[in-house]
């Protein structure tokens, strides 16, 4: 028996979690698969009953689990709380009690939704990207930090560190990745400016010497940014530091029609934690709205990277794919002629279609 912590957290996290849940319940019933789900809080929702985002009865929770699937934090009437116990600082601490340094942010395209993007068809249409982000170093972790008060009065201090352990830990993952893929891996830095991304360049260049397969070019985030509009298809892999990592992911979502689509595993020494990269969406929260997809994609990776359950992650993904083509829609990818469904419909519809296989 696997057992899944559930970190629901704050706005539409518990909504899109609800329905990831619910698609790994029929997926586990189709696979014979043992799930156990044991549910946590963490975030805002947590300050307000324990006065922390991350109360140690959740880490003792996902201490003892196989996988964590976690939803989303944080909301307006968080923002005013001091920043060490804000509910992103739960996520945060929580990637650095498990040491979740990398995290694998997949953008593929859904064929059914190639009009949804914003861009060309031509351009987009049979996108597949893997964003390999640092997770737990750069300016998100490095100190010092804050805002300090002086003779010419406040300022704002974020450091960016790397160090070369942490620098070759992620290139490493990343060029394992492409080496399952299309063997392209373009490393994302500002080394003509900092020198952090020099060092960042140097050692994704040795790492790079053990992959012989594996082809290997470097690019400034600026023009990364441009190139990932102008010409996605010709990304395959991307690696890049925490807080560049972080834009482009975001990015690349827009790619595949929205943010509301795109999963991610963040993986290290430990138990792996599943989630979409969407935030909490407060403004519309609570009213069945919001994209599960993304979640219950993230649930797809929990299988596939935790559960090494393969089959059942790609029987979710047809899924997904058998129910847009089918026209059903979320609002915010909503197209002309296609059917709007809310937030448990659309679960309840990719838990039939896991359920029905391939003929449904």
Request: with cysteine; glycine share 10%; hydrophobic share 40%.
């Amino acid at each position: 028996m696997a057992t899944i912590a559930v970190l629901p957290g704050d706005g539409i996290g518990p909504e899109v979690t609800r329905e990831a849940v619910k698609v790994l319940r029929a997926t586990a019933g189709r696979f014979h698969l043992t799930l156990a789900f044991q549910e946590a809080p963490l975030g805002g929702g947590a300050y307000d009953v324990a006065g922390t985002p991350l109360p140690d009865q959740t880490l003792a929770v996902c201490r003892q689990a196989d996988a964590i699937l976690f939803g989303a934090v944080g909301g307006p009437r968080w923002d005013t709380l001091p920043r060490k116990v804000r509910p992103e600082q739960g996520i945060l601490a929580l990637r650095k009690a498990f040491d979740l340094y990398a995290n694998l942010r997949p953008a593929k395209l859904f064929p059914a939704l190639t009009d949804a993007s914003t861009l060309k068809r031509e351009v987009i249409e049979g996108v597949d990207i893997l964003v390999v982000r640092e997770l737990t170093g750069g300016l998100y972790f490095g100190q010092p930090k804050g805002i300090q008060t002086g003779p010419e009065g406040e300022r704002g201090v974020d450091t960016l560190i790397y160090t070369r352990p942490e620098i070759e830990r992620i290139a490493k993952v990343a060029f394992e990745a492409a080496e399952r893929r299309r063997k392209h891996l373009t490393s994302v830095d500002k080394a003509n400016v900092l020198a952090s991304s020099e060092l960042w360049r140097r050692i994704v260049t040795e790492v790079g010497m053990a992959f012989p397969g594996v082809r290997l070019d470097h690019l400034y985030v600026d023009n990364a940014c441009m190139q990932l509009v102008r010409q996605p298809k010709a990304f395959d892999v991307v690696v890049a530091e925490n807080t560049f990592g972080d834009i482009l992911s975001d990015e690349a979502a827009m790619l595949t029609g929205s943010i509301g689509l795109l999963p991610s595993a963040s993986l290290g020494n430990g138990v792996g934690l599943y989630e979409p990269i969407h935030g909490s969406a407060p403004d519309i929260a609570g009213q069945d709205t919001a994209n599960p997809i993304a979640a219950i994609l993230s649930g797809a990776m929990l299988l596939e990277y935790s559960l090494k359950a393969g089959t059942a992650a790609a029987a979710i993904e047809s899924a997904v794919s058998r129910v847009l083509d089918k026209g059903y829609r979320t609002p915010d990818i909503q197209q002309p002629g296609t059917q709007i469904v809310g937030t448990r419909r659309m679960g309840d519809l990719i838990a039939e279609a896991v359920r029905a296989g391939s003929g449904s």
